[in-house]
């Protein structure tokens, strides 16, 4: 007969380690974070796109988590400031194109835990030449804020001395790289992206991929007709735009293959969204019927509704669609819960993690969204609204059921609203009184 008492140990321990971090059970996840550029939900054919190519994307969502209602920023810099240090606008976002120097972001709380870490695609966060942020040229910048290893657009270069696609002007690691006119800019960096999970595949890893692509000039891909006519590599037109989505959607799947070829998929959470909504020069037809107008740089749906997906093989609640509110400021604590890490004064943040909601424990839903926009760019207009998942009101007191008003083009009066809408509003309302007031 067994020792009784070792197996009520064994069997206690079993029981107890079920309740344990993943990070603690197993070794902890790789982490993928990919952000397209100017891509609205509507570009997705998961999310009822009816025009645009994008099976690699639609096969994540089909066997991960998709997000019915992720909110960014309406604008890039705003975005990426947000979702790399988990706050608000308010808090740190200082100037157009420039993240301080100050702040810590989700590279420093990674790389601080023993991942190895790398950022490749669009970067715009040194300051830009002409404001004469100081600093605006260092080069070590990616490694201050985190980053072992770059491959970067618009690091210390300016678009003006050399654009993103065909004959891409990139620093890769403290080196201009070698300018070529066949070249295309995703294509290497996404090649930069492949080599580092090649090399670090032995230890966890953090990708931070805040692609240059879908953002204009609308131009061709390597897979496009007309990318064999050097002439027209630059030749804006809106119509190149499915091609720029197709593209976006190839690199996916090139990611996703390299996973598979280094046994790494079902340890490799992958987050992907997009930093605003599509270019106002963008119509997208729905499966529904409906047309979404591209509303980049505003505060509509169309400017800051975004898609989300989490994929993470047989950890990630299979073809989950979750109606759980996210924001910018969430991802930061979601990566930290990911993997283990306990957050400290060192990385406050206004966001929670949306972990449970990937993994299927649909606990501790966020009951708002809160959004702080000074843009502090173009003519765009500043704000602030508070917005569940069909009611908004902004700080001018205007609100919409957008459920019914996707546009926003008919606020509902106030000296109208039924009890129930009131007590909807006046919570909102509150809400608003206890955060800082319109920018």
């Given at each position: 007969?067994?020792?009784?008492?070792?197996?009520?140990?064994?069997?206690?321990?079993?029981?107890?380690?079920?309740?344990?971090?993943?990070?603690?059970?197993?070794?902890?996840?790789?982490?993928?974070?990919?952000?397209?550029?100017?891509?609205?939900?509507?570009?997705?054919?998961?999310y009822?796109?009816?025009?645009?190519?994008?099976?690699?994307?639609?096969?994540?969502a089909?066997?991960?988590?998709?997000?019915?209602?992720?909110?960014?920023?309406?604008?890039?810099?705003?975005?990426?400031?947000?979702?790399?240090t988990?706050?608000?606008?308010?808090?740190?976002?200082?100037?157009?194109?420039?993240?301080?120097?100050?702040?810590?972001?989700?590279?420093?709380l990674?790389?601080?835990?023993?991942?190895?870490?790398?950022?490749?695609?669009?970067?715009?966060?040194?300051?830009i030449?002409?404001?004469?942020?100081?600093?605006?040229?260092?080069?070590?910048?990616?490694?201050?804020?985190?980053?072992?290893e770059?491959?970067?657009?618009?690091?210390d270069?300016?678009?003006?001395?050399?654009?993103?696609?065909?004959?891409?002007?990139?620093?890769?690691?403290?080196?201009v790289?070698?300018?070529?006119?066949?070249?295309?800019?995703?294509?290497?960096?996404?090649?930069?992206?492949?080599?580092?999970i090649?090399?670090?595949?032995e230890?966890?890893?953090?990708?931070?991929?805040?692609?240059?692509?879908?953002?204009?000039?609308?131009?061709?891909?390597?897979?496009?007709?007309?990318?064999?006519?050097?002439?027209?590599r630059?030749?804006?037109?809106?119509?190149?735009?499915?091609?720029?989505?197709?593209?976006?959607?190839?690199?996916?799947?090139?990611?996703?293959?390299?996973?598979?070829?280094?046994?790494?998929?079902?340890?490799?959470?992958?987050?992907?969204?997009?930093d605003?909504g599509?270019?106002?020069?963008?119509?997208?037809?729905?499966?529904?019927?409906?047309?979404?107008?591209?509303?980049?740089?505003?505060?509509?749906?169309?400017?800051?509704?975004?898609?989300?997906?989490?994929?993470?093989?047989?950890?990630?609640?299979?073809?989950?669609?979750?109606?759980?509110?996210?924001?910018?400021?969430?991802?930061?604590?979601?990566?930290?819960?990911?993997?283990?890490?306990?957050?400290?004064?060192?990385?406050?943040?206004?966001?929670?993690?949306?972990?449970?909601?990937?993994?299927?424990?649909?606990?501790?839903?966020?009951?708002?969204?809160?959004?702080?926009?000074?843009?502090?760019?173009?003519?765009?207009?500043?704000?602030?609204?508070?917005?569940?998942?069909?009611?908004?009101?902004?700080?001018?007191?205007?609100?919409?059921?957008?459920?019914?008003?996707?546009?926003?083009?008919?606020?509902?009066?106030?000296?109208?609203?039924?009890?129930?809408?009131?007590?909807?509003?006046?919570?909102?309302?509150?809400?608003?009184?206890?955060?800082?007031?319109?920018?």
């Amino acid at each position: 007969m067994p020792n009784m008492n070792l197996v009520f140990i064994f069997i206690h321990l079993l029981f107890a380690s079920s309740f344990l971090p993943n990070s603690i059970q197993n070794p902890p996840p790789n982490i993928i974070l990919i952000m397209a550029d100017d891509m609205g939900f509507e570009c997705l054919g998961a999310y009822g796109s009816s025009v645009y190519q994008t099976p690699n994307l639609d096969q994540m969502a089909k066997n991960g988590v998709r997000f019915e209602h992720c909110y960014s920023q309406p604008l890039c810099t705003p975005s990426r400031v947000k979702i790399m240090t988990g706050k608000h606008n308010f808090r740190n976002y200082q100037a157009f194109g420039y993240l301080s120097p100050k702040e810590k972001t989700f590279g420093n709380l990674l790389k601080d835990a023993g991942y190895a870490t790398c950022v490749a695609g669009k970067w715009q966060l040194n300051g830009i030449s002409g404001q004469k942020i100081e600093g605006w040229e260092d080069r070590n910048r990616p490694h201050h804020f985190g980053f072992d290893e770059y491959c970067l657009w618009q690091l210390d270069l300016t678009r003006a001395e050399g654009e993103r696609y065909a004959n891409p002007l990139l620093v890769q690691n403290g080196e201009v790289l070698p300018r070529d006119e066949n070249q295309y800019g995703s294509r290497v960096i996404s090649d930069f992206v492949l080599d580092f999970i090649d090399r670090k595949k032995e230890e966890p890893f953090f990708v931070y991929y805040p692609m240059n692509l879908v953002h204009d000039p609308f131009v061709p891909t390597p897979k496009s007709e007309d990318w064999q006519d050097p002439s027209k590599r630059y030749e804006a037109d809106t119509s190149y735009f499915k091609d720029m989505v197709a593209y976006t959607d190839f690199i996916i799947g090139r990611i996703l293959q390299k996973l598979e070829e280094n046994n790494l998929s079902e340890n490799t959470l992958i987050l992907f969204t997009g930093d605003n909504g599509t270019h106002v020069s963008i119509y997208s037809p729905m499966r529904d019927g409906n047309v979404i107008k591209g509303d980049k740089g505003n505060m509509t749906d169309g400017g800051t509704r975004v898609p989300l997906i989490a994929y993470w093989p047989n950890k990630a609640r299979k073809g989950d669609i979750s109606n759980t509110l996210v924001d910018f400021s969430d991802f930061l604590p979601t990566l930290a819960e990911a993997a283990g890490i306990p957050l400290n004064e060192t990385y406050q943040t206004d966001g929670m993690s949306f972990l449970p909601q990937i993994l299927g424990n649909p606990d501790r839903p966020k009951e708002y969204i809160y959004m702080y926009y000074q843009p502090k760019w173009g003519k765009f207009e500043n704000g602030v609204f508070v917005r569940d998942q069909r009611f908004k009101l902004y700080g001018d007191g205007r609100f919409f059921d957008i459920q019914e008003d996707v546009l926003e083009e008919l606020p509902l009066p106030k000296e109208k609203l039924s009890k129930e809408l009131m007590q909807v509003y006046e919570k909102f309302e509150s809400i608003l009184a206890e955060k800082p007031g319109n920018p």
